[in-house]
């Protein structure tokens, strides 16, 4: 049986447990919807929410480039850019998390800026 790592986080708009997920245990998830799916429950009416955590480095862009960037991410306003649009947050400096329809939206735009990134697949479990 797998196990998931989890961890608890302090933050108003993410309260709860993260379990981080391996590809092989979101496979079992996915399939475990399904069944559930199946049977007329769904993972969100048990408070199981699925989300992909993004990390990326800045590091190679100039300093301009830098607030370009955060301009595209956060807009002008601080609501027009691409994390207002998809309905991403962010957790902090380098750190995004987005629901799985826009994973690979985030995904083109850290590529196109070209930064290195990782996203990692998570189980939310709202707290009860």
């Known amino acids: ?3 998931s790592e989890k961890k608890e986080f302090k933050m108003p708009f993410l309260a709860g447990r993260i379990s981080f997920l391996s590809e ?10 399904e069944r559930l799916l199946r049977r007329g429950i769904s993972m ?5 929410t699925k989300r992909h955590i993004f990390t990326y480095s800045l590091e ?3 300093n301009s480039d830098k607030v370009r960037f955060y301009y595209a991410l956060k807009g002008r306003d601080g609501k027009s850019g691409i994390l207002g649009r998809t309905g991403t947050s962010q957790l902090g400096r380098a750190v995004l998390i987005a629901s799985p329809e826009h994973q690979g939206e985030i995904a083109e735009f850290l590529k196109h800026w070209k930064c290195p990134f990782t996203a990692l697949p998570v189980s939310l479990e709202e707290p009860r």
């Open 60 to 62: 190679h862009l100039k």
């Open 24 to 33: 092989q245990q979101c496979k079992s998830d996915y399939l475990l919807n």
């Open 1 to 3: 049986m797998l196990v």
């Open 44 to 48: 969100l009416s048990l408070g199981i």
